[in-house]
């Protein structure tokens, strides 16, 4: 915690959180206006621009047509009055962004045209499956047993997630009224004189328009552009490599091509498990997977249905063979530069198909540079802690001990950014961001439309920008007592971390993820992620109570320990067991899942993962 008159220079290279009295980080949306976030009156409601109808877009509208139908029911006539009108503006012919395949006529044409438009953003490949259990996805307003009628597995197919996410959003007016489909932003400015957004479009004709709002929400997706790694890519371009370079979100095209191949997956992220996954499902005959750091999903995996797949422990592409279907790659650990890379080296041949599994960038460009520059800087300010600062009791206390921090603490950024406050723009609050930041991106986004539509309607009072960067400072102290953050912030505690992890035997219970212990651990840090979305919740009336920041509800606690058993259900897979052919993690025992609202229990796949179709139907006999 901090002090009340903590001052802070954001504009330095780095600052000190001195010593404090004690505030609950659950403190929030004190009183001094800064900026006025409301109507401006009454005789004309604010306008509001989304960019974006993907999740985030989605939610939005779905919150403004839940509140209009509770205000409409209550007879609320001032209620209504203060609703926002909304205009939408989305690039594709149909919503959904990144959920939808590149096959849009699967969205019916109620929900947006279906012209055969091609989509120029990023889709999810037509076979992808969900990687979180599905009950981090479900909604309170309107349930899988409202929409499925029955139960269901863990796992679901893409289609199926996005046909509830639709249906859902629905459910209360056809919120597609509001969305300008087809239409391309390519400018949004902010005049300090008037206090409105200039927002230019181009719409499928060419024609371009100008408008004009109070507000502005950029729901445009983390997923909007794929991301690769330059130097790598430069590897395969000038030595000659001889097979093909995609990214992950061109799979979709490469179904029909991945059979009896060798393929070499760069980078260990959710994407890499659940790419290899579904090219051994295809009949891939090998799958490489490099790592640079060793700490994505994939790493983590027990074992591989029949052995199909290796991990390149700490190891990238460096150069090609003479012959250009080989991959020689070298240990990453000695340096981030590729042509300084001396570890030892490991030659992969007969690579048919490398896929880039480095994730993506949102399209930030056109935003005023003032407005976008929250992404632009890749951290936050290096910072460090009061002198009297130390780390609360934790489940490694035990292991690490007790480490002096860091005289200066990296910026990496996990839950806060050092321009952003809980979805506002902290130097601008009628601009607003609508992204996920935990591991709950479905429900992080729609707690975070909530929370928008309380700062527009006036529900929530928005702090002074003082009090904004204080309260992002407290966070940041808090963060650092989350053992997993600290190691990415503090070089003295990960020096020592891994000192002491090293030197533990192998059948030590941290060294052993599997474990029950493991999994306990697993549980202490996955809890405070789920209390800042409970925060949340509290603040804006959100529909589904997981408790508070201080301590989780017993559905709270419920939401942590499934998705503690996904992550068991990947750790605890073996290769010497008697279905490592087949198993994989959806295959996992359905006993601990169920909903968080009906408490409808999860249900067996309708037969092994490997055997069913993108419909979720086995295939086989």
């Known amino acids: 915690c ?118 120029s953003s990023p889709n999810m490949y037509e076979g992808l499956w969900i990687n979180c259990h599905k009950e981090a996805m479900e909604f309170a307003d309107y349930t899988f047993d409202d929409h499925f009628k029955g139960p269901l597995p863990v796992y679901l197919p893409r289609k199926q997630i996005l046909e509830y996410m639709l249906a859902r959003v629905t459910s209360k007016e056809d919120i597609f009224q509001h969305v300008n489909f087809n239409t391309t932003v390519q400018a949004v400015t902010h005049d300090e004189q008037t206090n409105e957004f200039t927002i230019v479009t181009v719409d499928k004709t060419e024609e371009s328009t100008t408008h004009r709002f109070d507000k502005c929400i950029w729901a445009g997706g983390l997923n909007g552009k794929p991301k690769f790694a330059p130097n790598i890519v430069d590897v395969f371009t000038k030595q000659n490599f001889q097979g093909q370079v995609v990214h992950s979100t061109d799979m979709g095209a490469l179904t029909s091509s991945v059979k009896g191949k060798r393929i070499m997956m760069i980078g260990d992220s959710y994407s890499a498990e659940d790419l290899a996954l579904q090219c051994i499902k295809l009949g ?176 929530i009072e928005v702090p002074t920008v003082e009090v904004m960067k204080r309260e992002n400072s407290l966070q940041l102290l808090q963060e650092m007592q989350q053992p997993w953050v600290r190691y990415y912030w503090d070089k003295n505690y990960r020096d020592k971390y891994l000192e002491k992890y090293y030197s533990l035997p192998d059948d030590h219970w941290f060294r052993n993820c599997g474990s029950e212990s493991y999994t306990k651990c697993t549980e202490e840090y996955g809890s405070y992620e789920i209390r800042l979305m409970a925060r949340d919740m509290k603040t804006c009336n959100y529909p589904l109570n997981l408790g508070s920041y201080e301590k989780l509800n017993r559905t709270g606690e419920k939401l942590n320990h499934m998705t503690a058993m996904g992550s068991a259900a990947r750790y605890r897979l073996t290769s010497d067991s008697k279905d490592e052919s087949w198993r994989t993690f ?36």
Not at 313 to 329: E, F, K, M, N, R
Not at 594 to 604: E, G, P
């Open 2 to 119: 901090t002090s009340p008159d903590r001052k802070t220079n954001s504009d330095s290279d780095s600052f000190c959180i001195p010593s404090l009295h004690a505030i609950s980080p659950s403190t929030s949306f004190s009183t001094g206006l800064d900026r006025s976030i409301t109507s401006t009156s009454l005789d004309r409601p604010t306008s509001v621009a989304i960019i974006g109808c993907g999740p985030g877009g989605m939610s939005f509208l779905h919150a403004v047509a839940m509140r209009r139908k509770k205000l409409e029911d209550e007879n609320d006539l001032e209620g209504l009055l203060r609703l926002p009108v909304v205009t939408c503006f989305e690039k594709s012919s149909s919503p959904g962004g990144v959920w939808r395949s590149s096959d849009v006529s699967e969205v019916s044409s109620s929900n947006g045209t279906t012209d055969g438009t091609s989509n």
């Open 284 to 459: 891939a005959e090998k799958i490489f997977i490099t790592t640079r750091k060793s700490s994505g999903a994939a790493s983590y995996m027990g074992a591989w249905p029949a052995d199909r797949v290796e991990i390149l422990w700490y190891q990238l592409p460096h150069g090609v063979t003479a012959d250009g279907h080989g991959i020689i790659c070298k240990d990453n650990r000695t340096s981030q530069e590729q042509n300084q890379l001396e570890g030892n080296s490991v030659t992969v041949e007969d690579i048919s198909i490398v896929i880039f599994c480095t994730g993506y960038a949102p399209n930030l460009n056109f935003l005023e540079p003032e407005l976008r520059s929250w992404y632009a800087e890749s951290s936050n300010p290096a910072w460090s802690v009061p002198k009297d600062w130390k780390m609360s009791e934790n489940t490694v206390s035990s292991i690490v001990g007790d480490v002096e921090p860091s005289t200066k603490l990296d910026g990496n950024k996990w839950f806060v950014n050092a321009k952003l406050y809980r979805n506002l723009l902290i130097s601008n609050p009628n601009m607003m961001f609508l992204f996920e930041v935990n591991s709950y991106p479905i429900m992080n986004i729609d707690v975070s439309a909530w929370l928008c539509l309380s700062y527009i309607c006036g529900d």
């Open 586 to 621: 959806r295959d996992c025992d359905p006993g601990p899942f169920s909903s968080l609202m009906t408490d409808t229990k999860a249900t067996c796949l309708q037969g092994r993962w490997m055997d069913i179709d993108d419909e979720g139907k086995c295939i086989s006999e």
